[in-house]
């Protein structure tokens, strides 16, 4: 990992939004009015955005291996489903209990992992998540099996806004919980902690030798990205009202994997671009070649690995610094 991040994020100046750091928010609120007919669709970016936020935050700029990120998400819509059909209908306060088991599952998780790295680290996340996936396979009063969670019911949005089939609500809903974790992760990345959490990916030997707090901030970290993760996972249930066993499928956890590295690591933006273009590439390839879209993201996932370091924020940032160089 050291190789791949020398570098420190130029997220580090103090947070301050710029013309061109707007222009994706810009894009979807664009988007509710542009495409009215593809909310439900445009939902899911958002739902998975946000999860890929959150596991940038854990291995782009920790350096924390996982490939069982679904644990979290998967915990938090199972929870959210769970609570709703047992009467409690409130949306917000449901994913934000959601996400605080899914931090509490992160502590006992991080404890598991947090002190291994390399190989041993990701063995490990991904045995958890297998382990998870069957225990909700095998717990079909519980999570539905196969069937999954069904009839999950909530309230309107603020006691206004119903939860209608075009998505109008869950669109907004789900972006306004994007925006808003996106500033939280943000102001976390460009502080202190974010810097040290940098220096641990790039050098953890130097760090603990100046004293850095490794394990701590590992946790840390470790934790507010599951919370974000089960957050995530939460809002997937309200919206589309249904938990099925591949919120903790091993796809959903080399999924969001493949977003942040196409949008690249480390960068924030960089999970927004990334499922973006993949899940818009994907829905594409899959209604042309319902059998061989993965041929589709396979290739441009090798284009952009071999071709675009830094991911398509990196193909940006020498776009921009080549206009820059021509500008008189």
Avoid: C
Wanted: hydrophobic fraction near 55%.
């Amino acid at each position: 990992m050291a190789g791949a991040g020398a570098r420190f994020s130029p997220l580090l100046a103090p947070p301050r939004f710029g013309l061109l750091e707007a222009l994706p928010w810009l894009l979807a609120i664009a988007a509710y009015f542009a495409f009215p007919s593809y909310l439900s669709f445009g939902s899911g970016i958002l739902i998975m955005a946000l999860f890929a936020l959150s596991l940038d935050l854990a291995l782009g700029y920790a350096g924390i291996l996982t490939l069982g990120h679904a644990i979290f998400f998967g915990t938090g819509a199972y929870a959210a489903g769970l609570m709703a059909l047992a009467g409690w209908r409130e949306p917000i306060t449901g994913a934000l209990l959601s996400g605080g088991l899914s931090a509490a599952l992160a502590v006992v998780v991080g404890f598991l992992v947090l002190h291994l790295s390399g190989l041993p680290q990701i063995m490990t996340t991904l045995a958890l998540g297998v382990i998870f996936f069957e225990v909700a396979n095998k717990l079909t009063s519980v999570t539905g099996g196969d069937d999954g969670l069904q009839g999950i019911k909530l309230d309107p949005l603020f006691g206004v806004f119903d939860w209608t089939v075009y998505g109008h609500t869950a669109y907004l809903y789900a972006l306004a919980w994007l925006l808003l974790l996106f500033l939280v992760a943000r102001r976390l990345t460009a502080s202190p902690f974010g810097l040290a959490l940098q220096g641990i990916r790039i050098n953890p030997l130097r760090m603990q030798m100046i004293g850095s707090p490794i394990a701590f901030r590992l946790m840390k970290v470790f934790v507010i990205s599951g919370s974000m993760a089960g957050i995530a996972g939460a809002i997937s249930a309200q919206t589309t009202k249904f938990v099925g066993l591949e919120v903790y499928s091993l796809n959903t956890s080399a999924a969001v994997l493949v977003m942040l590295v196409l949008g690249g690591l480390g960068r924030l933006y960089g999970a927004l671009i990334g499922t973006a273009v993949y899940m818009i590439v994907h829905h594409a390839a899959a209604i042309a070649d319902p059998y061989n879209w993965m041929f589709v993201i396979g290739a441009l996932l090798i284009g952009v690995v071999l071709l675009a370091r830094g991911g398509l924020m990196g193909v940006g940032d020498r776009v921009l610094k080549r206009l820059a160089r021509r500008t008189p």
